[in-house]
C-alpha cells in the first residue's frame, strides 16, 4: 500500500478502478487485482476529498473492507448498511458515483451520507448514528418472511457502538436469530489491543468451515449426554474470551469472529467469503486505522475527520483539517479590548465556548454535558479547566439530558450542548424527565437551522416548532454574538427549562461584551422604526434571519422588531405592531409549520386582532445539501427573496 504525506493535486492514474462502474467486475477480480482497486481508491479518494472537501478519516480507514465486502456479497442484492455514513465514499466510488465524487456535499452533486434515491446501492439513508443494525435486522426478518437468501451486513463504528439502540437492536437480533451479519469498524482501541498473529489466526479458525462443521456436530453428539453440551459451550466460551472480547457478543446471540486487521486485504476476503453464507446472527470484529494511508491523517484523526477543498489557487496554502476552534489560553488569538472579548467575527459555538468557562468561573454548580460533540459545540477549553465538571457521554444523547435531569435534582445546573438535529433524539426525555419536572436544565442548541453541505439529516429546521409546545419552555434565538452571549446567561438563571438555539458557523461580527449579565427574557428590541410615509411593514424577525430584515427593512422604510424570544413572546410589541402597521412579516430560520411564526399568529387569534401576516421561513419539505447561501435564496429567506414575498403580498 502507497503511503501519501500530502494530497494529489492531479487526478491519479486509475486504470483498473476505471473500469468499476458496478461491484459486479469486482467479484471476478484474482488477489492481485483486489490489491491493486484498493490502492487505486485510496489514492482516488485523496484526490476527489481535495477537490470537493468533506468526511475524509473515516473513508480512508476502510478502503479494504469496502473493497472485501462488495467482493464477498452479491451487493445490492445482499443489503449493505452502513452507520451514519462518514466511511461510506469509498463505497461511493466503487457503486457507480466515481466520477461525480467531486461534487460530494455541493448543491446539486452527490449527498454527503448514503441516501436511498442516490442509488440502489444505499440502501438505507443515514446521518446520525447507531442506526445500521436496526435497520439490517429489519431487512433481514423481511427477507426471512418472505423467504429470500440474502445476506444483510451492516458496519458500525466502535463510537457509534455507544448508543443504546446500537445494543438494543444486537439483544434483539440474537434473541429472532435473524441471518443478520454486523461488522464492528473498530479505529479506536475502544473493545480490545492491537490485533496480533495469534488473533488473525483465531479469527481465521473461528470462521472456517471446518471449525464450524464440527462445533455443529460436536453439538450433535454432545447433546446425548446429560450435562456434557452446557460444559462444552462454557469451554469453547471462556477459550474465545481469552484472547477476543467474544463473551458479550456470544451471549447476545451472535458468533463472534475477530478480531482481525482491517487492512488485510486477503484475510478480509477470505473471512468473508466464510461467514456469507452462514445462518444466524455474526458478528465480525475487525481493527483499522482512520486516515489510513495518508500520513498526516494517521498521525491526526480527529483533525483530519473532515477537510476543505483544496484550492485551485497555486498561491493558496497547503491544505489543512478542519481545526478546533482556538480557545482563551491560545496565543495567537486576539487580546480582549477594553470590556470586548472579540474585535473580529467569532463562530456562534466559540462564543458559547467562552460563555461556558466565564459562567463556571462564576458559578460552581455549573455541568457541560455534550452526547460526543467536544469539538463540534466548542467545549475543547473547559474540558481541559474543569475536568471535573465536563461529562462526555458519547453518543447517547437521551442519556445526556436524563443525566441533566438528575443533576439538576440534586442542585447543580446542567448545561446541555447538542446540535439541534441530534435534540430530537432526546426529545422524549426533554419532555418527561426535564420538562414535567420542571427541572433548572439549560440547552445550547447549536447548528440551528440550515447547516449546509450535510443537507437533510443535519438541518435543524424543527427545533423552534418541537419545544415551543413543551410547558414551561423558554426558547430565545440571537441576532448576533452579543445576544448569544447574553441569552445564554439569561437561560442559564431561569429556574426551569430553558434553550438557546443559534446557527452554525460565524455571526454578523458585533462586539461581544465581557460581562455575564443577562437579556430579558420575554423582551424584543425596536432595530428600525418606519418613516410617515413608508409602506408601514413590521419586520418580526427570530435570531439569524434579523441580518437579512435590516438590509429589507431599510430597503422598504419598514419597521425592524428583533424579537428575540419565541417563547414567551412580547406580547405587547406584537400587538403595537400589529395596530400601526398594514402588514407583519414574521422571518425565522425553521419550518413555518408551528415555528415563530405561528406563535405570533395565536397570540393575535387570541388577542381578537385581525391583522393580515405574512409567515416566512423554511418550507414543508426537506431541504437538500448546499451552501447555505444557496439554501436560503432556494428557501427564499434571502434578502432579496423576502423584499419580492413582501412586494408580492402588498400588491395583491
Known sequence: MKLYDEMPGERPVTTLLDTLDTPAALRAMNSAQLAQVADELRAYLLYSVGVSGGHFGAGLGVVELTVALHHALETPFDRLVWDVGHQAYPHKILTGRREAMTSIRQYGGLAAFPRRAESPYDTFGVGHSSTSISAALGMALAARARGEKRRVCAVIGDGAL??????????????????????????????????????????????????????????????????????????????????????????????????????????????????????????????????????????????????????????????????????????????????????????????????????????????????????GSD????????????????????????????????????????????????????????AVQGLDVTFAIDRAGLVGEDGPTHHGSMDLSFLRCVPGMVILAPADEAECRGMLSAAYHYPGPAAVRYPR?????????????????????????????????????????NTAAAEVAERLDA???????????????????????????????????????????????AAGVLAPVLNLGLPDAFVEHGKPSELLAECGLDAASILASIRRRLNA
Open 559 to 605: 419597521t425592524h422588531l428583533d424579537m428575540r424570544s419565541i417563547k414567551p413572546l412580547d406580547r405587547e410589541a406584537i400587538l403595537a405592531a400589529a395596530a400601526e402597521h398594514d402588514l407583519l412579516v414574521t422571518l425565522e430560520e425553521n419550518v413555518v409549520a408551528g415555528g415563530a411564526g405561528s406563535a405570533v399568529n395565536e397570540l393575535l387569534a
Open 162 to 375: 455507544t448508543a443504546g439502540m446500537a445494543f438494543e437492536a444486537l439483544a434483539h437480533a440474537g434473541h429472532v436469530e435473524a441471518n443478520l451479519l454486523v461488522i464492528l469498524n473498530d479505529n479506536e482501541m475502544s473493545i480490545s489491543e492491537n490485533v496480533g498473529g495469534i488473533a488473525s489466526y483465531l479469527a481465521s479458525i473461528l470462521s472456517s468451515k471446518p471449525y464450524l462443521a464440527i462445533r455443529e456436530e460436536g453439538k450433535k453428539v454432545l447433546s446425548h449426554l446429560p450435562g456434557a453440551l452446557e460444559l462444552a459451550r462454557r469451554t469453547e466460551e471462556h477459550m474465545k474470551g481469552m484472547v477476543s472480547p467474544a463473551t458479550l457478543f456470544e451471549e447476545m446471540g451472535f458468533n463472534y469472529i475477530g478480531p482481525l486487521d482491517g487492512h488485510d486485504l486477503p484475510t478480509l476476503v477470505q473471512t468473508l467469503r466464510n461467514i456469507r453464507d452462514l445462518d444466524g446472527p455474526q458478528f465480525l470484529h475487525v481493527k483499522t486505522c482512520k486516515g489510513r494511508g495518508f500520513l498526516p491523517a494517521e498521525a491526526d484523526p480527529i483533525g483530519y475527520h473532515a477537510i476543505t477543498k483544496l484550492e485551485k489557487n497555486g498561491d493558496a496554502p497547503p491544505l489543512k483539517p478542519n481545526a478546533p476552534a482556538k480557545t482563551a489560553s491560545d496565543p495567537l488569538r486576539p487580546k480582549p479590548r477594553n470590556d470586548l472579548l472579540r474585535p473580529k467575527p467569532r463562530k456562534y459555538c466559540n462564543v458559547f465556548g467562552d460563555w461556558l468557562c466565564d459562567m463556571a468561573a462564576a458559578d460552581e454548580r455549573l455541568i457541560g454535558i455534550t452526547p460526543a460533540m467536544r469539538e
Open 505 to 545: 458557523g460565524t455571526g454578523p461580527g458585533v462586539d461581544i461584551p465581557a460581562h455575564l449579565e443577562p437579556l430579558e427574557i420575554g423582551k424584543a428590541e425596536l432595530r428600525r422604526k418606519s418613516g410617515a410615509d413608508a409602506s408601514r411593514v413590521a419586520l418580526l424577525a427570530f435570531g439569524s434571519l
Open 379 to 434: 467545549l475543547i477549553r473547559f474540558s481541559k479547566e474543569y475536568p471535573g465538571r465536563y461529562f462526555d457521554v458519547a453518543i447517547a444523547e437521551q442519556h445526556a439530558v436524563t443525566l441533566a435531569a438528575g443533576m439538576a435534582c440534586e442542585g447543580m445546573k446542567p448545561v446541555v450542548a447538542i446540535y439541534s438535529t441530534f435534540l430530537q433524539r432526546g426529545y422524549d426525555q426533554l419532555i418527561h424527565d426535564v
